[in-house]
């Protein structure tokens, strides 16, 4: 037996959120990943995308959803990003269980992003941050530079409802020399 969580993949656009859903996905629906002929003729996501990966289900959620459940199964919301789709977003926050709030780490909180952070706090009571593009900085400088975008961070969320909630880095796409491959996406 499956229980299926809705996950809503949520920020600015051009964080990566589509790379993000391409990455964690196992099954594709047909209207996933920007298969829209004018999304990817403007390399942006128009419309609600979705697409699911499963996993064994935790033993601790057994204990609180039943026994008989064998299969936890994410199905991924992937929303717009764009400012004039923000009906699109709200419509799609409706049907989601938690969000995944995604934030390019070299720009930061952006307009979209602070919209997406006002919807979550009205429409759900979970999430998780997503510090996506960590490739772009330099080995060297990674950590130092995650923690000072993580403490700028903290101080956003504390005057939310979600006061302290998980980051994870990630690099949805890879695409250099130090990550040419997704990293991080497990820790999701």
């Given at each position: 037996k499956i229980l299926n969580i809705n996950v809503g993949i949520m920020g600015h656009v051009d964080s990566g959120k589509t790379s993000l859903a391409r990455a964690l996905s196992t099954t594709i629906s047909t209207a996933a990943l920007d298969?829209?002929?004018?999304?990817?003729?403007?390399?942006i996501t128009l419309d609600l995308g979705f697409s699911a990966f499963v996993v064994p289900m935790p033993e601790h959620l057994k204990a609180v959803y039943g026994q008989d459940y064998d299969t936890l199964q994410f199905t991924l919301v992937d929303c717009?990003?764009?400012?004039?789709?923000?009906?699109?977003?709200?419509?799609?926050?409706?049907?989601?269980?938690?969000?995944?709030?995604v934030i390019d780490v070299g720009k930061g909180i952006?307009?979209?992003?602070?919209?997406c952070l006002v919807i979550g706090e009205i429409l759900m009571?979970?999430?998780?941050?997503?510090?996506?593009?960590?490739?772009?900085?330099?080995?060297?400088?990674?950590?130092?530079?995650?923690?000072?975008?993580?403490?700028?961070l903290q101080k956003v969320f504390s005057g939310t409802k979600f006061k302290s909630p998980p980051m994870v880095p990630v690099s949805a796409t890879g695409g250099n020399a130090d990550a040419p491959a997704p990293v991080g996406v497990d820790a999701l």
């Open positions: 298969k829209h002929p004018q999304s990817q003729e403007r390399g717009p990003g764009h400012a004039s789709l923000i009906r699109t977003i709200i419509g799609g926050a409706q049907i989601i269980d938690m969000m995944m709030l952006q307009t979209q992003t602070a919209e009571d979970n999430m998780l941050v997503v510090l996506n593009k960590v490739d772009q900085f330099p080995a060297e400088q990674r950590e130092e530079k995650l923690d000072k975008m993580r403490k700028g």
